[in-house]
T-cell receptor
Framework: DVKVTQSSRYLVKRTGEKVFLECVQD?????MFWYRQDPGLGLRLIYF???????EKGDIPEGYSVSREKKERFSLILESASTNQTSMYLC??????????FGAGTRLSVL | QKEVEQDPGPLSVPEGAIVSLNCTYSNSAFQYFMWYRQYSRKGPELLMYTYSSGNKEDGRFTAQVDKSSKYISLFIRDSQPSDSATYLC????????????FGTGTRLLVSP
């Protein structure tokens, strides 16, 4: 079974803090993705990566950055957290052009 | 107009009912169509996928694609309380990087 593990299920941070969300997959997938999920807006793609050290902007990259130093790990960074970044963050991975498999999500609250 | 439209629900049905969940889309280049199921406070899990038009059946679930109408459906037969979840449709084009476009999800409640 594909396993995508997100390091935290719930996080509470303060405005202006630097926040790291970690994601690890155990299936040697090339592609990894970060989404945020908000009521009424669905899943929106923040960034994706198709190889180590490679990254591409998704639909809503503003306020976020990513890092992929190893194939199995993809990190999402909020340089200076703001209240409008309160959301559910979902990591996904896929092999080649196959289907995306999701982690359990991290519910982030920025106060 | 969103690329993919999905009624948010909630859709409430009694146990044993046949459920129909639907999405419409505007991009005629979409070729891969997927349904994900998401339980509360969990990540989406891939339920079914189809390529291009036609039907696909897996146990109690049937996925249907009508490309001429730009309309996809997921049918659940003999619905169970354990089917209570949010169902997300997702789709992508055949070429280029596999960027998925998601519907906003339909919340389904199956009562015993």
């Amino acid at each position: 079974d594909v396993k995508v593990t997100q390091s935290s299920r719930y996080l509470v941070k303060r405005t202006g803090e630097k926040v790291f969300l970690e994601c690890v997959q155990d299936m040697d997938h090339e592609n990894m993705f970060w989404y945020r999920q908000d009521p009424g807006l669905g899943l929106r793609l923040i960034y994706f990566s198709y190889d180590v050290k490679m990254k591409e902007k998704g639909d809503i990259p503003e306020g976020y950055s990513v890092s992929r130093e190893k194939k199995e790990r993809f990190s999402l960074i909020l340089e200076s957290a703001s209240t409008n970044q309160t959301s559910m963050y979902l990591c996904a991975s896929s092999f080649m052009d196959r289907f995306q498999y999701f982690g359990a999500g991290t519910r982030l609250s920025v106060l | 107009q969103k690329e993919v439209e999905q009624d948010p629900g909630p859709l409430s049905v009694p146990e044993g009912a046949i459920v129909s969940l639907n999405c419409t889309y505007s991009n005629s280049a979409f070729q891969y169509f997927m349904w994900y199921r998401q339980y509360s406070r969990k990540g989406p899990e891939l339920l079914m996928y189809t390529y291009s038009s036609g039907n696909k059946e897996d146990g109690r679930f049937t996925a249907q694609v009508d490309k001429s109408s730009k309309y996809i459906s997921l049918f659940i037969r003999d619905s169970q309380p354990s089917d209570s979840a949010t169902y997300l449709c997702a789709m992508r084009e055949n070429t280029g990087f596999q960027k998925l476009v998601f519907g906003t999800g339909t919340r389904l409640l199956v009562s015993p």
